[in-house]
C-alpha cells in the first residue's frame, strides 16, 4: 500500500538515500521523502503506542495509547510507535505486526522499537560482555542475540511482504546505561547498532526500513553515540521534563542539510510527574521559536503526565494547522 493521503509534496534537488541503499522499495522512499519534507512550520505528531509493559499493540483496545489519545482528543496521530518486547514478551509477534498493518491500513506512518532481551538470559538492565556478541565461534551470548535478531527479522520480513514500510529503532537511547546494551559505553553500543542494521540489510535484505537512531537529553550524547551517516536515517533526543531541551540541534541541523538526514524528538515528555499541567501549545511555540527544523516529535507513554492526555489544551494543539496528525 502506497501513502494516498500524504499532503505535502517536496522537491529536493537530489533523490533521497537511505541507510539501507539505494533499492529501498517505493512505500519506503515515499515515506522518507515527507520526512525529510517537514519542519519548518509543519511539525509530525507522534506518540508511542505501546512500550514494554503490556499495552495492547491492536490500537483499538484501551490500554494502547494512540486510542487513549483519540478517546481524549477527537484525532488520532500521524505517527506512532509500537515496541516489540522480547524481554517480558508479553504477546505472540503476530499480534505486534497486525497492530503494525492496523496502523498503516489506517493511514498511519509506523515506526518500530526494539526491545532486545539481554542476551545473557539476565536482566535487561543487568551488564554483560557484549564482545561475545561480536566473537568468533560460538557462545551462548551471541546464539542468544543472533536468535533475538532473526526473529525480529522474521517480522520484518512479514511487514515488508505486506508492503508497509517502518522506521525502525534497534535500540532505544542508545546511551542510556540503564539498559544492557549501553553498558560498556559508545564504542560497543555503536558496534552493535552496525550490527544490527548490516545483518537485516544485507544479510536478510531488509530495504523497506528507514533506520532511526535517538540517544537521551544527556548533552554530547548524540554525536557521541552516533553510528554514521551510513547506518541512520533519522536522528533524535529524548526531551523530558519542563526545559525541552536539543542541546546538539546545530549539529543536528548539518545533518539535516548536508547528509539529508530526518530530525526530531524522538521521545517528548512534556513534564514531570509531579509538575503541574503544562500548556500543550508549548511544545508549538519551542518548535517554532527554538528548533525549528526538527521533523516532529513521537510523546511518550508509560503515563499521561508526558503527553496531551495530563496537560492543558490538548485538543488544540492536535488541531493547530501547523501540528500532522492523521486526519
Known amino acids: 500500500m502506497m501513502i494516498q493521503r500524504l499532503t505535502v509534496i517536496i522537491l529536493f534537488a537530489f533523490s533521497p538515500l537511505l541507510a539501507c541503499g539505494k533499492d529501498n522499495t517505493p512505500p519506503t522512499k515515499e515515506v522518507f521523502t515527507h520526512l525529510r519534507g517537514l519542519g519548518n512550520g509543519s511539525y509530525l505528531f507522534g506518540q508511542v503506542a505501546t512500550w514494554v509493559h503490556n499495552e495492547n499493540p491492536d490500537m483499538d483496545h484501551a490500554t494502547n495509547w494512540l486510542k487513549k489519545v483519540y478517546d481524549h482528543t477527537g484525532k488520532m496521530p500521524r505517527y506512532g510507535t509500537v515496541t516489540y518486547d522480547f524481554h517480558d514478551d508479553p504477546f505472540p509477534d503476530a499480534a505486534w505486526n497486525n497492530g503494525v498493518k492496523e496502523m498503516w491500513d489506517r493511514g498511519m506512518i509506523v515506526g518500530i522499537f526494539s526491545f532486545y532481551a539481554n542476551p545473557t538470559g539476565r536482566w535487561w538492565n543487568d551488564p554483560l560482555d557484549i564482545d561475545l556478541i561480536f566473537a568468533s565461534g560460538h557462545n551462548p551470548t551471541k546464539r542468544n542475540f543472533y536468535k533475538q535478531m532473526d526473529r525480529m527479522a522474521a517480522n520484518l520480513q512479514w511487514l515488508k511482504d505486506q508492503g508497509i514500510p517502518v522506521v525502525y529503532t534497534p535500540f532505544v537511547e542508545s546511551d542510556d546505561r540503564n539498559k544492557w546494551h549501553a ?8 558496534k552493535l547498532y552496525r550490527l544490527v542494521h548490516d545483518y537485516f540489510s544485507k544479510c ?33 533526543k529524548s526531551a523530558y521534563g519542563m526545559g525541552l531541551d536539543f542541546s546538539e540541534y546545530e549539529w543536528a541541523v548539518k ?5 539529508g538526514k530526518v530530525i526530531w524528538w524522538s521521545e517528548l515528555g512534556i513534564r514531570g510527574r509531579s509538575d ?15 528548533y525549528p527544523e526538527l521533523a516532529g516529535f513521537v510523546f511518550w507513554s508509560d503515563s499521561g503526565h508526558y503527553n496531551v492526555i495530563g496537560n492543558e489544551n490538548g485538543a488544540e494543539f492536535m488541531a493547530c494547522p501547523g501540528i500532522i496528525t492523521l486526519e
Not at 553498558?183 to 555503536?190: D, H, L
Not at 545533518?255 to 547528509?259: E, G, H, L, P, S
Not at 503544562?278 to 527554538?290: G, I, P, Y
Open 183 to 190: 553498558k560498556e559505553g559508545s564504542e560497543n553500543a555503536t
Open 276 to 290: 503541574p499541567p503544562r500548556d500543550c501549545m508549548d511544545v508549538f511555540r519551542r518548535l517554532q521559536d527554538e
Open 255 to 259: 545533518k539535516k542539510r548536508n547528509a
Open 204 to 236: 536478510k535484505g531488509l530495504d523497506h526500513i528507514i533506520w532511526a537512531y535517538h540517544t537521551t537529553a544527556k548533552h554530547g550524547a548524540l554525536e557521541k553515540y552516533y553510528p554514521g551517516d551510513a547506518y541512520v536515517d533519522v536522528l533524535g
